[in-house]
């Protein structure tokens, strides 16, 4: 398996336009994660999803940002419209379910609005 | 989840044992201790967990206090790659629904020639 992949690497764009950053976790994992990762806050849990259904979004910052799981392959987070604080790594993670299961993550996709 | 404690940051020299202390005193019965870690620009990487007994894998041994308050992540003959940030976790058990895996500041370790 290629691991969980994430699209774009980069991404520059600026103030007030949407954002979409994309994920493909591992295949047969069921549980999939979003981080945000900041100097100053570190990494954030934003919302993760348990077969397709987001369990918990409390780490959303606000209602800019929206994240969807149409598939068991396939999650997006997007930010509308995109702010310059908004600047972060931002990670996606799967595992299967289970609090004994290890998370794999991907490269993240930095983002930079200007 | 119960929080943890580690110190800012450590520093290894090169082929010695690296020893990252993790506090985590209110932890629960039923919860495990992971460790991560991640390496600059990259994303954070698995490397052991553990619930009670002591454990062991090609990257690292994880020794866990008997009661479990503390926990030891040793890495046996430390390389310049395992420069790192290093992060403790502790997260609870499956309920039914995915669980969550909440990060800390963690343990800058920096090996040194």
């Known amino acids: 398996d290629a691991g969980v992949i994430q699209s774009p690497r980069h991404e520059v764009t600026e103030m007030g336009q949407e954002v979409t950053l994309r994920c493909k976790p591992i295949?047969?994992?069921?549980?999939l994660f979003w981080y945000r990762q900041t100097m100053m806050r570190g990494l954030e849990l934003l919302i993760y999803f348990n077969n397709n259904v987001p369990i918990d979004d409390s780490g959303m910052p606000e209602d800019r940002f929206s994240a969807k799981m149409p598939n068991a392959s396939f999650s997006t987070l997007k930010i509308q419209p995109s702010e310059p604080r908004d600047s972060a790594v931002y990670f996606c993670?799967?595992?299967?379910?289970?609090?004994?299961?290890?998370?794999?993550f991907g490269q993240g996709t930095r983002l930079t609005v200007v | 989840d119960a929080k943890t404690t580690q110190p800012p940051s450590m520093d290894c020299a090169e082929g010695r044992a690296a020893n990252l202390p993790c506090n985590h005193s209110t932890i629960s019965g039923n919860e495990y201790v992971y460790w991560y870690r991640q390496i600059h620009s990259q994303g954070p990487q698995y490397i052991i967990h553990g619930l009670k007994n002591n454990e062991t894998n090609e990257m690292a041994s994880l020794i866990i206090t008997e009661d479990r308050k503390s926990s030891t992540l040793i890495l046996p003959h430390a390389t310049l790659r395992d420069t790192a940030v290093y992060y403790c976790i502790v997260r609870s058990p499956n309920t039914g629904t995915a669980s969550k895996l909440t990060f800390g500041t963690g343990t800058r370790l920096q090996v040194m020639l």
């Open positions: 295949s047969g994992h069921n549980s």
């Open positions: 993670a799967s595992s299967q379910q289970g609090g004994n299961t290890e998370a794999f």
